[in-house]
C-alpha cells in the first residue's frame, strides 16, 4: 500500500512512438517523467498530437494502432506496467486503473444498450454477482454520473444519446470499480458547462474521500487551473513546463504555454473588459443586427419523438417546444442550453435530418417543408454542417482528401485538380498539415478529425453554415485559430452562422445573438453582451457562473 508520501505513480524517461511503412519508428513521447500522489489530482495540456492521449493510453497499454513504448518505465504501486503481461494488465484495468476515453459514440457500441454495456463493466470487475444486484448497481453508476432517470436510461442505446449524456455513460464506467486512479481524457468536452461542474465536482469529492488520483487531460486551461493541483504542459512529445497549476497560468515561463494561456476561451472572453481578447471577436452594433435581413427563421418549431417503454408502447417526448427565433444574414446566433435542452434536435430540422412534428422554418425567404428535391439539393449546397462528433460525422473509409473533397464532388464543382487544390487550401485554413491527406479519420486526433470537418463544411463556400460544438474537440490554440477563422470568413463573404454550443466562454467570443434554451424551450434571447451582463434568467445566470476557470487570473 502507498504511503501519502509515496507516489502511486512515477514515469520514468517514457518514450513512445508508433510504426509507419517501412519499419521505421516516429517518436510520439520523447523521455517524459512526472510523478502523481495518492489523491492528486494532474492536470496535462497541450495541442492536438502533443503527445497527451499518447501518453494517457501508453500509462495501461492501450496505445492505439502501431504504437509502442519505446524506452522508459511506468511505475505503479510498484509495479511496471511498461513490462507487465498482459494477463497483469488486465488486473489493473478497471480495478485500480479506470479509463474515461474522448470520443463517446466510438467508445459505446451501438448495437448494444446503455444498461447491458454497464452491466458488462460490473460483472467484469465483479463489484456485484446477482442479476438484480448488477442492475441496482448499474444504476448507481448512472445516476452518480450525473444522469437523470437512470432507470428508464438503461433501455436506451447510444445513438439515442445526445454527446455529452454519452461521455457521462462513459464516465460512469470508468468511475464504477473505485479505481485508486483515473485516467479521463477530455472527460467534459462533450459535457455543458453545468453539468461539467457537477461531475467534476463528483470527481473532486471521490478524490478528496478515497485518495482516488486523477490525471485530467484537457485542452481548457481554466478547467484545469480550477480543478488540478499541478500542470504539465506538453509539446510535440515533450514535457515543456510544469508546476503547480496556478502559478503555471498566472506566470507561464515556457513561450508555447504563454500562447495556450492567451487563447483559452476560458480566460480570453474576461479579457474583452480591458481589450486584451486574443481571439478578434464579433463586433456587430444592436443596430446593424436589427437592421439585417433574416437568413434563418423559425416559428413555433416542435419536434416530439415516441421513446419506447415497452414491448407494444412508447412514451411522447417533446424534445422541442414551440421554439421561434430569427438570425439576421451575415451574423452570428449562439443557441446554448444544457445537453438534453433541444439544441442538436433544432439543428437537425434546419438541416433536414428531422422532420418536424409542428412549425415552419424558412431559410432565405423560402419555407423548407414546401421544397422539392431540386430546391432542397440547391439549398443544402448553400447550408453546410459541423457537427458535434467528429468521429461518427466521417467516413473511416475514405482518406482526408476524399472527405473534404466529397461535398465538391455531390454538388460537381471543379475539375479533379480544381478539387484537390481546394482540398490542400482547406487545409491550411484550418491549420492541418498538407501531409495528412492520404491519411484516415482512425489515424487523426479528436481535434484533427473536427478540423477535417470543418474544412469539408468550408468546402462549397456556403451562404450558412450551422455549427453543432464545433470546437469543443479542440485544443485552445486551434480553437482560437478556428474562432479567428469563421470572423474572417464572415466578414469576407457575409456568412451566417447558427452555432450550437455548451461553452458560454465561446459564445461571447464568437456570437453576435444569444438564445438560451431549457428543457426544448427558449427562455432568453437578447444579444450577447446583454446576456452576459445582466442575465435576465435564473437559469441563464447558472450557466454563467459555471463557466470554468472564472476565479483564475491569467498570464501577462
Known amino acids: 500500500m502507498n504511503d501519502s508520501k509515496t507516489p502511486l505513480l512515477r514515469i520514468e524517461d517514457l518514450s513512445v512512438g508508433f510504426q509507419v511503412a517501412g519499419g521505421e519508428i516516429i517518436p510520439a513521447v520523447k523521455k517524459l517523467n512526472l510523478e502523481l500522489m495518492p489523491g492528486e489530482t494532474l492536470a496535462i495540456v497541450g495541442e492536438s498530437g502533443s503527445g497527451k492521449s499518447t501518453t494517457a493510453h501508453a500509462i495501461i497499454n492501450l496505445l492505439p494502432g502501431t504504437g509502442r513504448i519505446t524506452g522508459g518505465r511506468i511505475m505503479f504501486d510498484g509495479q511496471d506496467l511498461a513490462q507487465a503481461s498482459e494477463a497483469e494488465l488486465e488486473a489493473v484495468r478497471g480495478k485500480n486503473i479506470g479509463f474515461v476515453p474522448q470520443d463517446p459514440m466510438s467508445n459505446l457500441n451501438p448495437v448494444w444498450s446503455v444498461g447491458f454495456q454497464v452491466e458488462e463493466t460490473i460483472r467484469a470487475n465483479g463489484l456485484a454477482k446477482t442479476k438484480q444486484d448488477v442492475r441496482a448497481k448499474s444504476i448507481e453508476v448512472l445516476a452518480q454520473a450525473g444522469l437523470t432517470d437512470a432507470a428508464s436510461r438503461m433501455k436506451q442505446f447510444p445513438h439515442q444519446f445526445s454527446g455529452g449524456m454519452r461521455q457521462r455513460v462513459l464516465i460512469g464506467i470508468g468511475l464504477a470499480a473505485n479505481p485508486r486512479l483515473l485516467i479521463a481524457d477530455e472527460p467534459t468536452s462533450a459535457l455543458d458547462v453545468t453539468v461539467q ?180 439539393k440547391s439549398l443544402r449546397r448553400r447550408m453546410q454542417p459541423v457537427f458535434q462528433d467528429p468521429y461518427g460525422s466521417l467516413d473511416p473509409l475514405r482518406s482526408i482528401t476524399a472527405t473534404i473533397a466529397e461535398p465538391l464532388v455531390t454538388h460537381k464543382v471543379g475539375t479533379r485538380a480544381e478539387r484537390q487544390a481546394r482540398v490542400l487550401e482547406l487545409l491550411d485554413q484550418v491549420s492541418l498539415p498538407r501531409s495528412i491527406a492520404g491519411r484516415y479519420p482512425g489515424e487523426l486526433s479528436g481535434g484533427q478529425r473536427q478540423r477535417v470537418a470543418v474544412a469539408r463544411a468550408l468546402a462549397l463556400r456556403p451562404d450558412i453554415v450551422i455549427l453543432d460544438e464545433a470546437v469543443s474537440a479542440l485544443d485552445v490554440l486551434v480553437q482560437a485559430q478556428i474562432l479567428e477563422l469563421l470572423n474572417d470568413l464572415q466578414s469576407e463573404y457575409g456568412l451566417t452562422y447558427l452555432f450550437i454550443t455548451h461553452d458560454l466562454a465561446v459564445v461571447r467570443l464568437i456570437a453576435d445573438r444569444v438564445c438560451v434554451m431549457n428543457k426544448g424551450r427558449i427562455v432568453e434571447a437578447a444579444t450577447t453582451q446583454e446576456v452576459f451582463d445582466h442575465p435576465r434568467e435564473e437559469y441563464t445566470q447558472k450557466l454563467l457562473d459555471a463557466i470554468p476557470g472564472a476565479t483564475v487570473k491569467f498570464g501577462a
Open 197 to 376: 461542474r457537477g461531475i467534476l465536482d463528483h470527481l473532486q469529492e471521490r478524490t478528496a474521500n478515497q485518495d482516488t488520483a486523477v490525471i485530467l487531460i484537457t485542452h481548457d486551461l481554466g478547467l484545469a487551473a480550477e480543478r488540478a493541483e499541478r500542470l504539465v504542459v506538453m509539446y510535440r512529445g515533450q514535457v515543456v513546463e510544469s508546476g503547480p497549476s496556478r502559478e503555471i497560468l498566472e506566470n507561464p515561463q515556457h513561450p508555447y504555454t504563454k500562447r495556450l494561456v492567451q487563447a483559452a476561451p476560458s480566460l480570453s472572453s474576461r479579457r474583452l473588459v480591458s481589450g486584451r481578447a486574443s481571439v478578434k471577436v464579433s463586433s456587430m452594433s444592436t443596430k446593424q443586427i436589427a437592421d439585417a435581413d433574416s437568413a434563418i427563421e423559425v416559428k413555433d418549431l416542435t419536434k416530439v419523438f415516441a421513446i419506447r417503454s415497452g414491448a407494444f408502447r412508447s412514451t411522447p417526448l417533446t424534445a422541442v417546444d414551440q421554439v421561434s427565433f430569427t438570425v439576421p444574414r451575415g451574423t452570428t446566433t449562439a443557441l446554448v442550453g444544457e445537453s438534453g435542452s433541444g439544441k442538436s434536435t433544432v439543428a437537425k430540422m434546419l438541416l433536414g435530418l428531422e422532420k418536424p412534428t409542428s412549425g415552419s422554418i424558412v431559410i432565405d425567404g423560402q419555407e423548407v417543408d414546401l421544397l422539392g428535391k431540386t430546391d432542397m
